[in-house]
Antibody, heavy 121, light 107 residues
Framework: QVQLQESGPGLVKPSETLSLTCTVSGGSISSYYWSWIRQPPGKGLEWIGYVYYSGTTNYNPSLQSRVTMSVDTSKNQFSLKLTSVTAADTAVYYC???????????????WGRGTLVTVSS | DIQMTQSPSSLSASVGDRITITCRASQGISTYLAWFQQKPGKAPQSLIYAASSLQSGVPSRFSGSGSGTDFTLTISSLQPEDFATYYCQHYHDFPPTFGGGTKVEIK
């Protein structure tokens, strides 16, 4: 059974960089797309972007100027960096696996437990 | 971005009830739609992809239908563990976006 676990600081100061890592266990990171999705407290879900195991990325245009994702296949990990954070970036951040299915589209099939990141001085 | 609108935003139902949640896309998305269940304080869980295909391990009381702009999630006989918030998400193009959620509460 594939499991994903987010790790990283739970508190980040405004204007600084949020950095999270997701460790994948129970399966290989190869041949899949690995995404980050966030959820502000009490609100809905927002797709941040994905990184393919080869390193190819695709970001939400609303965050593209501040987001960088990377993958380390040797460690079965992938990472998120979000620069110049503000209080609006306070959210639970989920890592997730996206899989292609028959019609040629992606879908999330596995989620991490999520980690709350608070932006505050 | 494609806007996903769910209705109702909340509903009250009893164990054993049949319920239907609707998701409407602002433009046609074929069947590139998924449904997720989220319980309080927990991560979402994937229920359905491709509008009507159940993820592995999802009970058969869950079903999805629709194509184009209008989609439904149906729970045929509501169980106590089904009280949660449900989200739809399209994957027709980038960025994939989610509906606002439908909270299913105990009557």
């Amino acid at each position: 059974q594939v499991q994903l676990q987010e790790s990283g600081p739970g508190l980040v100061k405004p204007s600084e960089t949020l950095s999270l890592t997701c460790t994948v266990s129970g399966g290989s990171i190869s041949s899949y797309y690995w995404s980050w999705i966030r959820q502000p407290p009490g609100k809905g879900l927002e797709w941040i972007g994905y990184v393919y195991y080869s390193g190819t990325t695709n970001y939400n245009p609303s965050l593209q100027s501040r987001v960088t994702m990377s993958v380390d296949t040797s460690k079965n990990q992938f990472s998120l960096k979000l620069t110049s954070v503000t209080a609006a970036d306070t959210a639970v951040y989920y890592c997730a696996r996206e899989t292609y299915y028959g019609s040629g589209s992606l879908t999330v099939d596995y989620w991490g437990r999520g980690t709350l990141v608070t932006v505050s001085s | 971005d494609i806007q996903m609108t769910q209705s109702p935003s909340s509903l009250s139902a009893s164990v054993g009830d049949r319920i239907t949640i609707t998701c409407r896309a602002s433009q046609g998305i074929s069947t590139y739609l998924a449904w997720f269940q989220q319980k309080p304080g927990k991560a979402p869980q994937s229920l359905i992809y491709a509008a009507s295909s159940l993820q592995s391990g999802v009970p058969s009381r869950f079903s999805g239908s629709g194509s184009g702009t209008d989609f439904t999630l149906t729970i045929s006989s509501l169980q106590p563990e089904d009280f949660a918030t449900y989200y739809c998400q399209h994957y027709h193009d980038f960025p994939p976006t989610f509906g606002g959620g439908t909270k299913v509460e105990i009557k």
